[in-house]
Every structure is written in structure tokens, then in C-alpha cells.
């Protein structure tokens, strides 16, 4: 049995674990790969300043995000399709975050529907919308979300259109998989997946399937789900949405200074700088390298949260020092997830937990509250 001591070896464990189809949906970004790859690229880039003989007693990871307490500042991503990672994937995570006091968002394109995860998930539950053309149906979704209790509004601004993944095409991806002669042998081989789906009824997508007339199957969701994402939305829909919500917004998919001053103007609480995991725009920059300048130009009026390429608690502590009040984490949690279910999203969290505790005491501080661009050497990060 092998030892897991990062989240490389449960990506290693999950690639073994979980049917190619949806593997490869998680860890694949669009066209060439190119921002995917830089997402974590560019985190190596930056250098950590050690520091010795400071009192390095009673650390804390602990701060808040949104005004929420968070044991450190990280929390799930929102992913679609995560019920086919694992049986009940959406579940276990919620639960797994719950545990360790990180909150948990919920993709509308989710397997286990809003209300089957609120019964699990703890106060950190958010849910994250898609702007869909059936503007109904927006609408009760987001009722539905504040009935269940959610916290916070992710609204991802950044999937009008779709970027192109080329093995999701060639590999066929549906929820449930077709039952084609590769899909079956490749199953086949991943007899601790089949069993758990065996076991489940949850194999759509939960959201959807019963709340929209006339989609109840396969064939009238993907129908229905191909026509949705919605190619004319603007900064108009935003406020409707913030309207009809009512809590905290979270604005997810900005990469542009102008485009965070408007979400300032939106009157969010705060945004996400995301390229959505490398998947939407090939050859956009990294994260990394557009936080800081968009922390420079709004960072003083709104809470500037990241995501992309977090792999380790050294990735944490680099986007903190950089001026994030948190970050997201979309594959590490799935990799932990394929891998081990509940224990592996565990796992994940406490493997970066112990990283970013570590490194932040070897360059020290002991309160990541206190962290700031002072412990990242001059010349290896990127200016605002
Ligand atoms: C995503 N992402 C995403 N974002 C979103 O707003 N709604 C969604 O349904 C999804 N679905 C989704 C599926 C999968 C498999 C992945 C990997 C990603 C993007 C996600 O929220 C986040 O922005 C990235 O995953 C962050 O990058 P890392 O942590 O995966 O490098």
C-alpha cells in the first residue's frame, strides 16, 4: 500500500481508480494546455524567504473569507460532474470540508442535487451558478439555493461560451457513461468505482434532471444542457442576480483589472481571480500572475479570493503573501476524492494544511493573518 504524502499521489492513486472518461475530464485543461500548465508553473517561479530563530510556537492557519471563519484559507472549488469521480463525490466532499472547517461550493452542474448535500454539508455551504438561457429556472435554482441554507453565491462569469477540451470529445464524456464496448473494459477495471455507482441513484445531474419539464433522461438533458450556457450575458445579469440572491456574491472568472473594477461596481463582496482551471481560455495567463495587479487596482475595496494551480501548501501561502484572502482548489479535491473517497479529501486538506502550517513558520510567521509579500524574495514574483 503505498504511503500518501501529497496531493501528487493521490492524483497518481486517482488515474488508477477512476474510469478514463471522467479522469481525464478532471485533469485536462482546453487546446493546447498551455494556462493549465502555467498555473502551476508560475507558482514554482516564486521564491519563499526562510527565516531562523523566531519563536514559532502557537501557529494558526485559521482567518476568514467572506466574513466566514475558515480553519485555513482554502475551500472546494465548484466542479461539475464530481458524483462521477466517486459515488456520492459532492457528499463526501461536503462532509470531508465540513470536518475540517473549510467551506465546500457546490457546482450547479453537480451530481448530488443542493438539497441531498445541505443534509451534509456544514456552515461554510456555498453554491455556485451558471447563468443558463432559461431564466426560470436560474431563478429557482438560486430559491433553492437559499432555502438550503448556502452561504454565499459563486456566480462564474467566465463560461458564456465553452473552451474546448479535446479528450473530453474524444473520449465521448455523458453522465452516466455510455455503455460502449472501450467504456465497459475500461470499467471493468475499476472495480471500486463500478461498485459504488452500482450502489447510488445519483448518476445525472442532480439539478437539473426533474426541475426543468421534458428533462427527465439522458438524451433531453445533454439536449437541454448543449443550449443553456448563456452567450449574451452581461453586467446587467449580475445585478438581477445579486438582486434576487440577496446574500454574498462572489464573482468567479475575472482575470482583467477592468473587469474587477466592474465587479467592484456590481456591488459584490468578492472575486475570484480563476481561468477556470486552465479550461476556457488557452493561452490566457496564469492566476498567479494576474492576482497581484488586480489586488493593486481593488484590492483595498473588495475581498480578492484565486484559484488554479494550487498543488501544495507552499502555492497557499505564495497566493495569501500576494494579497488573496483565500484560495479554491478544484483537482486536488477531485484527485483525493478518485482516489479514497471521503478519506481522501481528507487527506487533501490535511496534506496541504501541514505544508502551508510548515512553511509559514520556516518563513516566520506564525498567523497567516500576518503573512504579507515580505516573505517572498524580491525579483521571483510577479508586480502588480
Ligand atoms: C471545474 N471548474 C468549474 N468552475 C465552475 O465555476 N463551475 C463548474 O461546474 C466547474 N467545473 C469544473 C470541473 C472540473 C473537473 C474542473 C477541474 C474544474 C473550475 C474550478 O472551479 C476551478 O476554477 C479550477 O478547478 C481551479 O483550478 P485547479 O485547482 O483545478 O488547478
Redesign the pocket.
Known amino acids: 500500500m503505498t504511503v500518501i504524502t501529497n496531493i501528487e499521489d493521490l492524483r497518481v492513486l486517482a488515474q488508477k481508480r477512476v474510469p478514463r472518461m471522467f479522469y481525464d475530464?478532471?485533469?485536462?485543461g482546453s487546446w493546447t494546455e498551455s494556462t493549465?500548465r502555467a498555473?502551476?508553473d508560475d507558482f514554482q517561479k516564486i521564491k519563499l524567504r526562510q527565516r531562523v530563530a523566531v519563536n514559532m510556537e502557537n501557529r494558526s492557519t485559521a482567518t476568514t473569507m467572506v466574513g466566514e471563519k475558515v480553519a485555513m484559507p482554502v475551500a472546494i472549488?465548484?466542479?461539475?460532474?464530481?458524483g462521477m469521480?466517486h459515488a456520492d463525490g459532492e457528499i463526501l466532499a461536503a462532509r470531508a470540508a465540513r470536518a475540517f472547517g473549510v467551506p465546500f461550493?457546490l457546482?450547479?452542474?453537480?451530481i448530488c442535487s443542493i438539497e441531498e448535500v445541505a443534509e451534509h454539508a456544514g456552515p461554510g455551504f456555498w453554491f455556485?451558478l451558471?447563468v443558463m438561457k432559461d431564466r426560470a429556472f436560474i431563478e429557482r435554482l438560486i430559491d433553492r439555493a437559499k432555502a438550503a441554507g448556502c452561504g454565499a453565491l459563486?456566480l462564474?462569469l467566465?463560461?458564456q461560451i465553452l473552451g474546448q477540451r479535446h479528450k473530453d470529445l474524444k473520449n465521448g464524456l455523458s453522465a452516466p457513461p455510455k455503455l460502449t464496448l472501450p467504456n465497459i473494459i475500461n470499467i471493468a477495471t475499476k472495480p471500486r468505482w463500478a461498485l459504488g455507482m452500482l450502489a447510488t441513484k445519483r448518476r445525472q445531474f442532480g439539478n437539473i434532471v426533474g426541475h426543468v419539464s421534458g428533462v427527465d433522461n439522458m438524451g433531453s438533458l445533454s439536449e437541454w444542457t448543449a443550449k443553456q450556457f448563456d452567450p449574451g450575458l452581461n453586467w446587467g445579469d449580475v445585478e438581477w442576480i445579486k438582486k434576487r440572491w440577496g446574500g454574498k456574491l462572489i464573482l468567479?472568472?475575472i482575470q482583467d483589472v477592468e473587469d474587477a473594477k466592474l465587479s467592484v461596481q456590481s456591488g459584490a463582496d468578492a472575486l475570484?481571480v480563476?481561468?477556470?482551471?486552465?479550461?476556457q481560455l488557452d493561452g490566457a495567463q496564469s492566476?498567479i500572475e494576474a492576482l497581484p495587479a488586480i489586488v493593486d487596482a481593488v484590492g483595498g475595496q473588495i475581498e480578492v479570493h484565486m484559484?488554479?494551480?494550487?498543488?501544495s501548501g507552499q502555492d497557499v501561502l505564495k497566493a495569501r503573501a500576494l494579497g488573496a484572502q483565500g484560495?479554491?482548489?478544484?483537482?486536488?479535491?477531485?484527485y483525493g476524492l478518485g482516489a479514497m473517497g471521503e478519506a481522501g479529501v481528507t487527506k487533501c486538506l490535511q496534506i496541504l494544511h501541514k505544508e502551508l502550517d510548515l512553511t509559514m513558520a520556516f518563513c516566520g510567521h506564525t498567523q497567516v493573518d500576518t503573512v504579507d509579500k515580505s516573505i517572498l524574495l524580491p525579483g521571483t514574483f510577479p508586480k502588480g
Open positions: 475530464y478532471a485533469d485536462s493549465y498555473n502551476n472549488a465548484p466542479t461539475g460532474l464530481t469521480q461550493t457546482s450547479t452542474m453537480s455556485q451558471y459563486v462564474t467566465d463560461l468567479k472568472g475570484i480563476s481561468n477556470h482551471g486552465g479550461r492566476s484559484d488554479g494551480g494550487i498543488r484560495v479554491y482548489i478544484g483537482r486536488p479535491f477531485l
